[in-house]
């Protein structure tokens, strides 16, 4: 019964989430999004880099 409950917790608290989200959009708060990329790096070796240096910090060591 607990589990369910939790369970329960945890998919309300992401809906709200979710929904707090499209809520910005949709009221125009996309500031962010205009500059997500500014500055940005797209050279091959640096995108090699950091998906090199991602799978490193998620392999468990």
Not at 6 to 13: C, L, P, Q, R
Not at 24 to 53: C, R, V, W
């Amino acid at each position: 019964m607990i589990q369910i409950l939790f369970t329960i917790a945890k998919v309300a608290a992401l809906i709200i989430i979710v929904v707090g989200g499209i809520v910005m959009l949709i009221q125009g708060h996309t500031d962010n999004l205009a500059t997500g990329f500014q500055d940005s790096n797209t050279k091959p070796g640096e995108i090699i880099m950091g998906f090199y240096s991602a799978m490193f910090a998620y392999d468990g060591w």
